[in-house]
Protein backbone atom coordinates (compact mmCIF):
# COMPACT_ATOMS: atom_id res chain seq x y z
CA UNK A 1 0.00 0.00 0.00
CA UNK A 2 1.24 3.23 -1.16
CA UNK A 3 1.49 6.21 1.73
CA UNK A 4 0.34 9.74 1.27
CA UNK A 5 2.19 12.54 1.75
CA UNK A 6 1.12 14.94 3.92
CA UNK A 7 2.51 18.70 3.74
CA UNK A 8 1.94 21.51 6.70
CA UNK A 9 1.90 24.70 5.00
CA UNK A 10 2.57 27.40 7.32
CA UNK A 11 2.66 31.15 7.62
CA UNK A 12 -0.65 32.12 5.97
CA UNK A 13 -2.41 35.29 6.10
CA UNK A 14 -5.78 34.25 7.60
CA UNK A 15 -7.91 35.08 4.59
CA UNK A 16 -6.29 32.10 2.44
CA UNK A 17 -9.12 29.66 1.69
CA UNK A 18 -8.83 26.15 0.63
CA UNK A 19 -9.28 26.92 -3.30
CA UNK A 20 -6.23 29.38 -2.83
CA UNK A 21 -3.85 26.63 -1.49
CA UNK A 22 -5.37 24.03 -4.37
CA UNK A 23 -4.99 25.86 -6.71
CA UNK A 24 -1.08 26.73 -6.16
CA UNK A 25 -0.92 23.25 -5.76
CA UNK A 26 -2.24 22.69 -9.33
CA UNK A 27 -0.26 25.34 -10.95
CA UNK A 28 3.11 23.78 -10.20
CA UNK A 29 1.54 20.26 -11.26
CA UNK A 30 0.93 18.59 -8.41
CA UNK A 31 -1.96 16.43 -7.49
CA UNK A 32 -3.91 17.44 -4.47
CA UNK A 33 -5.76 14.72 -2.84
CA UNK A 34 -7.15 17.08 -0.36
CA UNK A 35 -6.98 20.56 1.73
CA UNK A 36 -7.57 20.81 5.50
CA UNK A 37 -7.38 24.40 6.72
CA UNK A 38 -8.28 24.49 11.03
CA UNK A 39 -10.15 28.00 11.86
CA UNK A 40 -10.47 29.33 14.69
CA UNK A 41 -13.63 28.91 15.73
CA UNK A 42 -14.48 32.28 17.75
CA UNK A 43 -13.52 34.36 14.45
CA UNK A 44 -14.52 31.88 11.72
CA UNK A 45 -11.02 32.66 9.91
CA UNK A 46 -7.78 30.52 9.52
CA UNK A 47 -5.69 29.84 11.80
CA UNK A 48 -2.53 30.43 9.71
CA UNK A 49 -1.82 27.23 8.29
CA UNK A 50 -3.26 23.84 6.25
CA UNK A 51 -2.18 20.38 5.45
CA UNK A 52 -2.21 19.63 1.99
CA UNK A 53 -2.39 16.06 1.38
CA UNK A 54 -0.90 14.27 -1.81
CA UNK A 55 -1.07 11.02 -3.52
CA UNK A 56 2.68 9.81 -2.07
CA UNK A 57 5.12 10.96 0.04
CA UNK A 58 7.30 11.41 -3.14
CA UNK A 59 5.27 13.74 -4.74
CA UNK A 60 4.49 15.88 -1.78
CA UNK A 61 8.22 16.46 -1.59
CA UNK A 62 8.60 17.58 -5.19
CA UNK A 63 5.96 19.86 -4.15
CA UNK A 64 7.60 21.17 -0.99
CA UNK A 65 10.89 21.73 -3.68
CA UNK A 66 8.61 23.36 -6.15
CA UNK A 67 6.89 25.47 -3.46
CA UNK A 68 8.43 26.41 -0.17
CA UNK A 69 8.54 29.93 0.09
CA UNK A 70 7.00 31.08 -2.63
CA UNK A 71 4.49 34.70 -1.96
CA UNK A 72 0.70 34.15 -0.88
CA UNK A 73 -0.74 37.73 -0.06
CA UNK A 74 2.12 38.78 1.04
CA UNK A 75 4.03 36.49 2.76
CA UNK A 76 6.00 34.07 2.01
CA UNK A 77 5.03 30.56 3.38
CA UNK A 78 6.84 27.50 4.73
CA UNK A 79 6.12 23.85 3.80
CA UNK A 80 7.32 20.77 5.87
CA UNK A 81 6.26 16.85 5.40
CA UNK A 82 4.50 15.67 7.77
CA UNK A 83 6.23 12.61 9.59
CA UNK A 84 3.72 9.46 8.38
CA UNK A 85 4.12 7.88 11.85
CA UNK A 86 3.87 10.75 14.34
CA UNK A 87 0.50 11.37 12.38
CA UNK A 88 -0.40 7.71 12.38
CA UNK A 89 0.91 7.39 16.40
CA UNK A 90 -1.02 10.52 17.32
CA UNK A 91 -3.26 12.02 15.05
CA UNK A 92 -3.63 15.21 14.24
CA UNK A 93 -3.53 16.97 17.38
CA UNK A 94 0.00 15.66 18.54
CA UNK A 95 1.38 17.96 15.08
CA UNK A 96 -0.47 20.74 16.70
CA UNK A 97 0.39 20.68 19.91
CA UNK A 98 -3.00 20.09 21.50
Do not use: C
Request: no cysteine; proline share 2%; net charge negative.
Amino acid sequence: MKKLGTILVGNLVSETDEAIISGLFVEAGAKVIAVDMPVDHRSGKSRGYAFVQMASQMEAEEAIAKLDGVEISGRRINMSLVEPEAAERKGRWYLLGF
